[in-house]
């Protein structure tokens, strides 16, 4: 008797089981399950700290390529299944589809930050009008009358160095950097002075304040960014007036920027007759551009797209000229010949570029770009991923909701395209054939760093003519230096940023004159 009863139990059980086994294999979210990845330990923060708060950035997730490869799983807060990519095939498909979006809780942020109909989270048709309007600004036409523009900002940061007194002791540069960053962009883009670097003008404080409050990774913030995903719109609105300080901030800070936008847009409306090229703002004003309310958010996003970004990038840039000082000297006399011989040739210049594109290589600015599916689809893969029980996936279907991690800086880490020392920090990579063995991803030297597809950086051919101009201006009047107790790494919080071993965020760097 109990021997038919414990065989109907096994019989029942295992009926139930292959039923359960055949309905959640045919389920998208099984075949996700069975991609490998790391051990957790924490449910509610899941992998989350290594993969964000390492004291290093990639100190794990390096390791985690390395041992899963292009394709791995990982766990978010609360349970949720994440996916690492650095798949060329994978990326481009996510890049170039149109179907993937931002995560929930950044499309909150975004929209409270810079405003509805933003061209970050803009898809489809919305976002084609938008890049048309921005486009003609960022044309290498345009960016080559930005010239003259971008060498006075150059001239300016030389200039506040001098009267900082910088030259003989060792600083923390950051700062400059950004102010600089900002003001470039304020001339160049704008068509406004900022005067973050002589001045203290109230806009670049509280464009300042705002970059610094929102890139500051803690534990909670991981847990908050999961919570606010399933808080609803409206009572995310409701909360936004809250009398709390971060709230109060940001409300200022719209206010700040839409004043000024307002001024700017009033200002491209008059000149509009007299046959001026227009510019970023101007493009707006003009026919088919936008109603002037729109013109705030269009200018949050330029300000926050590019300020920060730019500053950080200019900082490794220097950081890892101050620690190689064959490398900064070679720079130096290419940086002389090239003064000579032509008009600063930027684009001839080939050790100068090699530099700023291995700095945009190991020390991408954007190291890791979140992306959540919107619809169900199938993710193609370049090379199978070999699962549990040794079952071999070709491509993954993917549920609308699936959130994904493209591994910008570990995809720049990938042997398999960069070669065997892609993990090395080596301009010389440049100096001869081009050293990507995979597909051009994105639009500069086949990096990633500026992502691509339809969503791709407007902005990355003015990146480069500044990083191009500022570093020339400034290594050809100052000798660069790591202090003796240099402690500085990368850590991610919203972009890669310089962090000392006291866990401040500074770029300390010991600068002399050129003798
Ligand atoms: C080294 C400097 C820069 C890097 C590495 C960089 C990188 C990126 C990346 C990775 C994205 C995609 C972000 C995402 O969709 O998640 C992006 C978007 C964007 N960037 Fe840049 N950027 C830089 C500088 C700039 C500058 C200077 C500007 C403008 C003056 C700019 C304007 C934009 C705009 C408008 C977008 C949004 C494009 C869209 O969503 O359609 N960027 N950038
Ligand atoms: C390095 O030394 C300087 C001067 O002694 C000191 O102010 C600074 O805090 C030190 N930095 C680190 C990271 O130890």
């Known amino acids: 008797m109990s021997n038919q009863v414990g065989l109907l139990a096994v019989t029942v059980s295992l009926i139930g089981g292959i039923f359960w086994a055949a309905r959640s294999f045919s389920s998208f979210r099984t075949v996700i399950k069975l991609i490998p990845g790391p051990e957790c330990s924490s449910w509610v923060y899941g992998n989350m700290p290594e993969l964000l708060l390492a004291e290093e950035y990639g100190l794990h997730e390096y390791q985690w390529q390395e041992t899963y490869g292009q394709v791995y799983s990982i766990k978010g807060c609360l349970g949720e299944t ?17 179907l993937f979006v931002l995560g929930p809780s950044h499309q909150k942020i975004t929209k409270l930050l810079l405003g509805h109909g933003n061209i970050l989270l803009a898809r489809g048709d919305a976002q ?31 200039d506040r160095w001098e009267s900082l007194g910088f030259p003989g002791n060792t600083v923390d540069i950051s700062g400059t950097l950004n102010d600089a960053a900002l003001d470039v962009l304020g001339s160049a883009i704008l068509e406004y002075s900022f005067n973050s670097l002589v001045g203290e003008s109230e806009l670049a404080r509280i464009q300042r304040n705002m970059v610094q409050s929102v890139s500051t990774p803690t534990r909670f913030q991981q847990l908050l960014d999961a919570a606010l995903g399933y808080i609803p719109d409206p009572i995310f609105r409701l909360a936004c007036h809250l009398p709390i300080p971060t709230m109060r901030m940001i409300r200022d800070y719209k206010r700040a920027t839409e004043e000024f936008s307002l001024h700017l847009a009033a200002q491209k409306r008059e000149e509009m007759g007299s046959g001026m090229a227009p510019g970023f703002v101007g493009a707006f004003v003009g026919d ?21 970004a730019l500053g950080v990038t200019l900082g490794w840039i220097l950081y890892k000229l101050a620690q190689m000082p064959v490398l900064q000297q070679e720079l130096r006399e290419e940086i002389q010949l090239a003064t000579v011989e032509h008009q600063l040739d930027y684009n001839k210049m080939a050790l100068l570029n090699a530099i700023i594109n291995e700095v945009l290589r190991v020390y991408s600015p954007l190291p890791l770009a979140e992306r959540v599916a919107s619809a169900d689809c199938v993710l193609p893969l ?3 991923i070999v699962a549990a029980a040794g079952i071999e996936i070709s491509e993954i279907p993917i549920q609308k909701g699936q959130f994904f991690y493209v591994a910008i800086a570990a995809y720049h880490r990938l042997t398999s395209i960069w070669g065997p020392d892609a993990a090395e920090f080596r301009p010389s990579r440049w100096l001869g054939n081009a050293p990507c063995m995979g597909p051009a991803l994105g639009p500069h030297a086949s990096l990633l760093s500026f992502f691509g597809g339809p969503g791709v950086c407007l902005g990355w051919r003015f990146a480069i003519l500044e990083l191009q101009v500022v570093v020339v201006e400034l290594v050809s009047r100052f000798v660069l230096s790591l202090p003796e107790n240099d402690s500085v790494k990368p850590r991610v919080a919203l972009a890669l940023r310089a962090e000392t071993a006291h866990g401040t965020r500074e770029l300390p760097v010991h600068i002399e004159h050129v003798m």
Not at 288 to 308: K, N, Y
């Open 382 to 384: 370049s090379k199978p």
């Open 82 to 98: 994440r996916l690492m990519i650095s798949d060329p095939s994978a990326i481009k498909y996510i890049l170039n589809s149109g």
């Open 288 to 308: 088919g551009g936008a109603p002037d309310q729109e013109i705030g958010v269009h200018v949050r996003t330029i300000l926050a797209a590019g300020q920060d």
């Open 128 to 158: 084609r009008r938008l890049v048309n309007i921005m486009n003609p600004c960022f044309s290498s036409n345009k960016i080559r009358t930005l010239l003259p523009a971008i060498r006075e900002g150059a001239q300016q940061l030389v």
